[in-house]
């Protein structure tokens, strides 16, 4: 149980990036736990493949937004029009926004843990984009 312990927070620290990455423990050679590896094989596949409505994800980016604040931009509001899935496997979202350029990694972070913290996307990473509005770019 030590031993885990400290396996388990020595990979937390190298492995960083991947805080949404399971983690299991099997041995080949005295047969403990490798049947559980396809099961979570299997829901990993599942997460990946997840698809979140438009309209759902717009209900939690409107929880989000009644909170956090969004950042001005050359002296000008932000607004954040929309959100979408784009893709899956790997789950990608688009945030349609007046301004993209004013969004930095730590919003991606942001928004990336209230999607996981909402639709859980366990085992896989997923990817945040910030796009413009075609009328937005034309005056």
């Known amino acids: 149980e030590e031993a885990y ?3 388990k ?5 190298k492995m960083w990036f991947m805080p949404y990455a399971p983690l299991l423990t099997v041995s080949a050679t005295e047969r403990k736990r490798v049947t559980k ?3 979570i094989i299997d829901e990993i596949i599942a997460e990946r493949r997840k698809r979140i ?3 759902e994800l717009n ?3 409107e929880e989000v937004l009644s909170v956090a604040a969004l950042p001005s931009y050359k002296g000008r509001t932000v607004r954040i029009y929309y959100l979408t899935q784009v893709k899956t496997e790997p789950p990608a979202f688009a945030v349609f926004t007046n301004h993209p350029e004013a969004f930095r990694d730590y919003h991606v972070r942001h928004i990336g843990k209230i999607l996981r913290k909402h639709y859980a996307f366990a085992g896989t990473p997923i990817r945040i984009y910030f ?3 075609e009328k937005d770019k034309n005056p």
């Open 131 to 133: 796009r413009g509005r």
């Open 37 to 39: 590896v396809f099961p």
């Open 53 to 55: 409505g438009t309209a």
């Open 59 to 61: 209900r939690t980016l």
């Open 5 to 7: 312990s400290r396996l």
């Open 9 to 13: 927070t020595e990979l937390a620290r």
